[in-house]
Nanobody, 124 residues
Framework: QVQLVESGGGLVQAGGSLRLSCAVSGSIFSLNGMGWYRQAPGNQRELVATITTGGKTTYYLDSVKGRFTISRDNAKNTMYLQMNSLKPEDTAAYYC?????????????????WGQGTQVTVST
């Protein structure tokens, strides 16, 4: 059974940094694209960033470009989200998810339940 466990969230002041981790077990990690989502209070989940199987191509939500960096270490079965220059609007629960990309680069998330996520709270 595939398991994805997010960690690394916390409380940080605006302008600070956090690094989120997503540990994957029960699958061949290197064969899957991966993505980070977030859900702020009262909002729907939104896609924050994606990364291809080899980590060479990435996508970012416009509002996080230049501040967030998605990466993966296939040898460690772990995906990361380095978040710098955090803003209060980044406050959300962050989730990781497996997926793939179609021939025009559209992200197709894997079907399934969501994990616990990790909470990021950015204070003013």
């Amino acid at each position: 059974q595939v398991q994805l466990v997010e960690s690394g969230g916390g409380l940080v002041q605006a302008g600070g940094s956090l690094r989120l981790s997503c540990a994957v077990s029960g699958s061949i990690f290197s064969l899957n694209g991966m993505g980070w989502y977030r859900q702020a209070p009262g909002n729907q989940r939104e896609l924050v960033a994606t990364i291809t199987t080899g980590g060479k191509t990435t996508y970012y939500l416009d509002s996080v470009k230049g501040r967030f960096t998605i990466s993966r270490d296939n040898a460690k079965n772990t995906m990361y989200l380095q978040m710098n220059s955090l803003k209060p609007e980044d406050t959300a629960a962050y989730y990781c998810r497996r997926g793939r990309f179609d021939t025009v680069g559209h992200w197709i998330p894997e079907f399934g339940s969501w994990g616990q996520g990790t909470q990021v709270t950015v204070s003013t």
